[in-house]
T-cell receptor, first 109, second 115 residues
Framework: QKEVEQNSGPLSVPEGAIASLNCTYS??????FFWYRQYSGKSPELIMS????GDKEDGRFTAQLNKASQYVSLLIRDSQPSDSATYLC?????????FGSGTQLTVLP | NAGVMQNPRHLVRRRGQEARLRCSPM?????VYWYRQLPEEGLKFMVY????????ESGMPKERFSAEFPKEGPSILRIQQVVRGDSAAYFC?????????????FGPGTRLTVT
């Protein structure tokens, strides 16, 4: 069983739509959760962190965490073509980050 | 540039040679993490170091791979006798030593190609 699972996609949404990315994790001891964005050929860039149940909003991004369901999601509102990238969910039960395999998002103009 | 620095950005080695990858953490950060991303695969943790200490090397292959973070200078990931399966992107991340929130910031990576 994978420790962090994401739908690999690809996920395509039209420009201006809401993109919804999902992630589940297996380690109930995990306390910290992150979303990274990775453009092709580039390094991961931290875009959101969330530590407690509920929603956390930052600009067009909203992260949602439900520890009981072991579920983390990322919503991107008003999606732009520049949001086209692979989104990595990461969980931190300890100092090391455990990553999902990523969801490839394409925003169509 | 106060970000995480890695060099070289691209490295080509022939099978059997040694590869040395360097990482300087972000200013004010004292903890370094190495991750590997194989083609078409996710990021995998390799090793976590503080100055002069390896804290967690549970993700490091048992043979040919080693890492250090000396008192002075960058952290180094060393791969001896490289094989084609070592071809990957190697990323370094850093975090502060105190007040750690779990957030790690990644460098640009070193793309290793073994021919």
């Amino acid at each position: 069983q994978k420790e962090v699972e994401q739908n690999s996609g690809p996920l395509s949404v039209p420009e201006g739509a809401i993109a919804s990315l999902n992630c589940t994790y297996s380690d109930r001891g995990s306390q910290s959760f992150f979303w990274y964005r990775q453009y092709s050929g580039k390094s991961p860039e931290l875009i959101m962190s969330i530590y407690s149940n509920g929603d956390k909003e930052d600009g067009r991004f909203t992260a949602q965490l439900n520890k009981a369901s072991q579920y983390v999601s990322l919503l991107i509102r008003d999606s732009q073509p520049s949001d086209s990238a692979t989104y990595l969910c990461a969980v931190s039960p300890s100092r090391q980050l455990t990553f999902g395999s990523g969801t490839q998002l394409t925003v169509l103009p | 540039n106060a970000g995480v620095m890695q060099n070289p950005r691209h490295l080509v080695r022939r099978r059997g040679q040694e590869a040395r990858l360097r990482c300087s953490p972000m200013k004010g950060h004292s903890h370094v993490y190495w991750y590997r991303q194989l083609p078409e695969e996710g990021l995998k943790f390799m090793v976590y170091l503080q100055k002069e200490n390896i804290i967690d090397e549970s993700g490091m292959p048992k043979e040919r791979f080693s890492a250090e973070f000396p008192k002075e200078g960058p952290s180094i990931l060393r791969i001896q006798q490289v094989v084609r399966g070592d071809s990957a992107a190697y990323f370094c991340a850093s975090s502060p030593g105190t007040g750690y929130s779990g957030e790690q910031y990644f460098g640009p990576g070193t793309r290793l190609t073994v021919t």
